[in-house]
């Protein structure tokens, strides 16, 4: 039987969008995060995964040993308490708001922090302990901040376990990437541990971190393969590490070997790195980014390096900017979610410059609905009857109606395998029809078209 995504349904319309993405920076929140699988929280606190599943990191019950994983978004459990989302290589962490940390997926060295290494398909809570406030997951390791400020570690660089690192309790934010992580403390100065490929900037020990030069403005923390990103609090961008394609974006293929300034702006806020590229977003809103471009993850609409920042588009509302490894996500302030570069696993999207990702990307069986599900008349003017073939006293079934941006119109339970619903409060249109079961599982679907 053929599938086709939600969208297909408005005929015409090329797209239906739903700004239900819940919108926070990726270095305050990893609200947004990806390496070859996605996972992303929606304004519900309902958590979302779509990509490569070969160890169960997208914490559905399953693996996938074909290398083809899912193509569309799907809820991982049915929660609504995820606050932080971070995805690492081939596995994913989070926290809800209890405190509680879970970790799923690839687990050969320990990164998942359960005290085992065992791979696990789905959310696996980490500990006993619920005072989470931060995770980053990197490749094989994962950092985690508590509440009372501790940093702590588990994976190749600890165990299968987190064990704290240092005694300082005045850490804020970490980093995590395949081969270094840095951290930033509440005093200002930031930290490295790993080959951040700037061996040389290390100073000061703690632990196993070593301090970034000694500057004490630091502000937000971003980092790539082996680059890493930072702004000051007056606004300004360094970067360093690797710069074999530009990433740093000074200008050269050089690695300096320790933080240098990029430009002379001082209106950098977000900030994020993929691989080889890297991203900002502007006080004014506006998009930029720089570095490896083969797969079209800069967004220009070409695939040409660049060395030096570059504004993407000319659109002014983006307030959030997530780097993946060949493909990049922002989101603008009405909170629709935006990708390009190498579409891959997703099947949403494949492009050169940013386009919007639904989060109605749901699968829809064709023969079902026809069979199962009907409307008349339709198109209608006020009033409309839904047929609902499968109805059952003893199953509860919910009926809702989307407009074409995505948010919920009408709501009702089924009670009946007739329903009458009064649209004359709708204005003209065309309309989804979408029907749930009682545990939320999406069912069936069908358009209306609205004339008045």
Same mark, same amino acid.
């Given at each position: 039987?053929?599938?086709?995504?939600?969208?297909?349904?408005?005929?015409? %319309?090329?797209?239906?969008?739903?700004?239900?993405?819940?919108?926070?920076?990726?270095?305050?929140?990893?609200?947004?995060?990806?390496?070859?699988?996605?996972?992303?929280? #929606?304004?519900?606190?309902?958590?979302?995964?779509?990509?490569?599943?070969?160890? /169960?990191?997208?914490?559905?019950?399953?693996?996938?040993?074909?290398?083809?994983?899912?193509? @569309?978004?799907?809820?991982?459990?049915?929660? #609504?308490?995820?606050?932080?989302?971070?995805?690492?290589?081939? &596995? *994913?962490?989070?926290?809800?708001?209890?405190?509680?940390?879970?970790?799923?997926?690839?687990?050969?060295?320990?990164?998942?922090?359960?005290?085992?290494?065992?791979?696990?398909?789905?959310?696996?809570?980490?500990?006993?302990?619920?005072?989470?406030? &931060?995770?980053?997951?990197?490749?094989?390791?994962?950092?985690?901040?508590?509440?009372?400020?501790?940093?702590?570690?588990?994976?190749?660089?600890?165990?299968? $376990?987190?064990?704290?690192?240092? +005694?300082?309790?005045?850490?804020?934010?970490?980093?995590?990437?395949?081969?270094?992580?840095?951290?930033?403390? #509440?005093?200002? *100065?930031?930290?490295?541990?790993?080959?951040?490929?700037?061996?040389?900037?290390?100073?000061?020990?703690?632990?196993?971190?070593?301090?970034?030069? @000694?500057?004490?403005?630091?502000?937000?923390?971003?980092?790539?393969?082996?680059?890493?990103?930072?702004?000051? %609090?007056?606004?300004?961008?360094?970067?360093?590490?690797?710069?074999?394609?530009?990433?740093?974006?000074?200008?050269?293929?050089?690695?300096?070997?320790?933080?240098?300034?990029?430009?002379? $702006?001082?209106?950098?806020?977000?900030?994020?790195? /993929?691989?080889?590229?890297?991203?900002?977003? +502007?006080?004014?809103?506006?998009?930029?980014?720089?570095?490896?471009?083969?797969?079209?993850?800069?967004?220009?609409?070409?695939?040409?390096?660049?060395?030096?920042?570059?504004?993407?588009?000319?659109?002014?509302?983006?307030?959030?900017?997530?780097?993946?490894?060949?493909?990049?996500?922002?989101?603008?302030?009405?909170? *629709?979610?935006?990708?390009?570069?190498?579409?891959?696993?997703?099947?949403?999207?494949?492009?050169?410059?940013?386009?919007?990702?639904?989060?109605?990307?749901?699968?829809?069986?064709?023969?079902?609905?026809?069979?199962?599900?009907?409307?008349?008349?339709?198109?209608?003017?006020?009033?409309?009857? %839904?047929?609902?073939? @499968?109805?059952?006293?003893? +199953?509860?079934? %919910?009926?809702?109606?989307?407009?074409?941006? /995505? #948010?919920?119109?009408?709501?009702?339970?089924?009670?009946?395998?007739?329903?009458?619903?009064?649209?004359?409060?709708?204005?003209?249109?065309?309309?989804?029809?979408?029907?749930?079961? !009682? $545990?939320?599982?999406? !069912?069936?679907?069908?358009?209306?078209?609205?004339?008045?």
């Amino acid at each position: 039987m053929k599938k086709l995504l939600l969208l297909i349904f408005f005929g015409n %319309i090329n797209n239906i969008y739903c700004q239900c993405w819940l919108s926070s920076s990726t270095a305050k929140g990893g609200q947004v995060t990806a390496f070859n699988h996605l996972a992303t929280i #929606k304004n519900d606190s309902t958590l979302w995964t779509i990509g490569d599943n070969y160890y /169960g990191e997208l914490g559905l019950g399953t693996n996938s040993t074909t290398g083809v994983g899912e193509k @569309s978004f799907k809820q991982v459990g049915k929660d #609504k308490n995820w606050t932080i989302v971070s995805a690492g290589n081939q &596995y *994913t962490m989070a926290i809800k708001s209890d405190g509680t940390l879970w970790g799923w997926g690839l687990n050969q060295s320990g990164q998942l922090g359960i005290g085992s290494k065992s791979n696990m398909n789905l959310p696996t809570r980490c500990g006993s302990a619920s005072d989470w406030k &931060y995770v980053s997951a990197g490749n094989q390791f994962t950092m985690a901040i508590k509440k009372n400020g501790t940093l702590w570690k588990c994976g190749i660089i600890s165990s299968e $376990s987190f064990t704290q690192v240092g +005694k300082d309790s005045i850490w804020v934010e970490v980093a995590s990437s395949f081969q270094h992580c840095i951290g930033r403390k #509440k005093n200002g *100065t930031i930290w490295a541990l790993g080959d951040d490929g700037s061996s040389s900037v290390h100073t000061t020990k703690d632990d196993d971190f070593f301090q970034i030069g @000694s500057d004490k403005d630091w502000l937000s923390i971003a980092v790539g393969l082996r680059h890493s990103l930072a702004t000051k %609090i007056d606004g300004t961008l360094w970067a360093w590490g690797e710069n074999k394609f530009g990433q740093l974006g000074d200008g050269t293929i050089k690695n300096p070997g320790k933080p240098i300034q990029i430009d002379s $702006s001082k209106n950098w806020a977000a900030i994020a790195a /993929g691989n080889y590229h890297s991203l900002s977003v +502007k006080t004014d809103g506006s998009l930029w980014a720089w570095g490896d471009n083969g797969y079209g993850q800069l967004g220009d609409g070409t695939t040409n390096d660049k060395t030096t920042p570059i504004q993407i588009g000319m659109d002014k509302d983006w307030k959030n900017v997530s780097g993946g490894q060949l493909r990049s996500y922002a989101m603008k302030v009405d909170n *629709t979610m935006w990708g390009w570069g190498s579409g891959g696993f997703t099947g949403i999207y494949e492009s050169k410059t940013p386009i919007k990702i639904s989060c109605l990307s749901l699968s829809v069986n064709l023969e079902n609905n026809i069979k199962n599900f009907d409307l008349y008349p339709n198109p209608t003017n006020n009033r409309i009857n %839904i047929s609902y073939d @499968s109805y059952s006293d003893t +199953k509860k079934h %919910i009926l809702r109606i989307y407009n074409i941006d /995505g #948010k919920i119109v009408y709501e009702s339970n089924i009670n009946q395998k007739e329903l009458l619903v009064d649209l004359q409060f709708l204005n003209s249109g065309l309309y989804m029809c979408a029907v749930f079961s !009682e $545990s939320g599982e999406f !069912e069936q679907i069908r358009k209306i078209s609205l004339v008045k």
